[in-house]
T-cell receptor, first 111, second 113 residues
């Protein structure tokens, strides 16, 4: 089973609606990273969360880290076509340089 | 700022051919790594390096070689290409062992026929 579970696997959302993607770890999180990938392109770093309860925002995207649940959520408010793509979470569960990865969430925005 | 630069962007190989995927970073990062990304499989670590002269195997190292002669460069060599190596390859680097993001190159889309 995946050490880092991402849900949902895919999401189709009407433009203008809000949405949430979750990332849950079976191990203690030392750091949690969110990336976005458009088809045929590289992974763009969005945000890093380090401490329990930490919340960061960038434009209309907010990410939170729940230390008790070992879970992070990525919330997009008033979705736009530019938000479409694949969102991946990665995590430090050790201090050995290696990240573990979620399988990704494919987000489609319907106009 | 160039960041992580990968070449080529696309490559088609015949089974049995060899090639080298190039990766260079200009951020003075000690850690560099190669991933492959396949549909339904997510990102899988091939090889990584924590400094010049130091390399180690990741999750899926078979069929690939790496070397790290300088801090900047981390080439990935396919010794004898197989159709199972058709994938998108990403090089990535980071500055610290944790609590620092991975910086990714733009990827190399490899097809082996």
């Amino acid at each position: 089973s995946q050490e880092l579970e991402q849900s949902p696997q895919s999401l189709i959302v009407q433009e203008g609606k809000n949405l949430t993607i979750n990332c849950t770890s079976s191990k203690t999180l030392y750091g949690l990273y969110w990336y976005k990938q458009k088809y045929g392109e590289g992974l763009i770093f969005l945000m890093m969360l380090q401490k329990g309860g930490e919340e960061k925002s960038h434009e209309k995207i907010t990410a939170k880290l729940d230390e008790k649940k070992q879970q992070s959520s990525l919330h997009i408010t008033a979705s736009q076509p530019s938000h479409a793509g694949i969102y991946l979470c990665g995590a430090d569960v050790d201090s050995n340089y290696q990240l573990i990865w979620g399988a990704g969430t494919k987000l489609i925005i319907k106009p | 700022n160039a960041g992580v630069t990968q070449t080529p962007k696309f490559q088609v190989l015949k089974t049995g051919q060899s090639m080298t995927l190039q990766c260079a970073q200009d951020m003075n990062h000690e850690y560099m790594s190669w991933y492959r990304q396949d549909p339904g499989m997510g990102l899988r670590l091939i090889h990584y390096s924590v400094g010049a002269g130091i390399t180690d195997q990741g999750e899926v190292p078979n069929g690939y070689n790496v070397s790290r002669s300088t801090t900047e460069d981390f080439p990935l060599r396919l010794l004898s290409a197989a159709p199972s190596q058709t994938s998108v390859y990403f090089c990535a680097s980071r500055s610290d062992s944790y609590n620092s993001p991975l910086h990714f190159g733009n990827g190399t889309r490899l097809t082996v026929t």
